[in-house]
């Protein structure tokens, strides 16, 4: 899976005895303008999120709190990245179809997104998610 389809970032960590502070701001620690920004959380053991790709919308995923997994699917390749840590995020790129589970007891994701939510950009079924892709190559 290319770089481009997924990577972790580090975010700036600011240490402090009080408690540790990191923040992020579009154009700065993420490549996009921030549209929209929401958060999934008391999800139930065994339980999944995602299962959905976006057209044109790009996302910024952090584990804000307590952890879980997400699986970036490009159609061919498959990469699976933990995510527990508050000061690193993921970049999704645009075309990618993701699946977030194995959450923890107590774990928040927040998402950064690159659009405001607009159903039409959504890919939720994984047979039309192939087909898109394959409409996508030259």
Not at 49 to 76: P, W
Not at 121 to 126: A, G, L, S
Request: proline share 5%.
């Amino acid at each position: 899976m290319k770089e481009t389809e997924g990577r972790i970032f580090e975010l700036p960590k600011i240490i402090d005895p009080r408690g540790n502070l990191t923040v992020v701001e579009g154009q700065k620690n993420v490549p996009f303008d921030i549209a929209r920004v929401y958060w999934v959380y008391d999800v139930p053991s065994g339980e999944w999120r995602g299962s959905h790709a976006h057209k044109q919308c790009r996302e910024f995923i952090v584990a804000v709190g307590g952890s879980f997994s997400v699986t970036l699917d490009n159609g061919k390749e498959k990469q699976t990245y933990l995510l527990n840590h508050p000061y690193q995020g993921l970049l999704v790129e645009t075309g990618i179809w993701r699946t977030l589970e194995d959450f923890s007891s107590g774990a928040v994701c927040l998402v950064l997104a690159s659009e405001p939510f607009d159903e039409e950009d959504y890919i939720r079924e994984y047979d039309d998610y192939v087909e898109y892709m394959k409409q996508q190559q030259p």
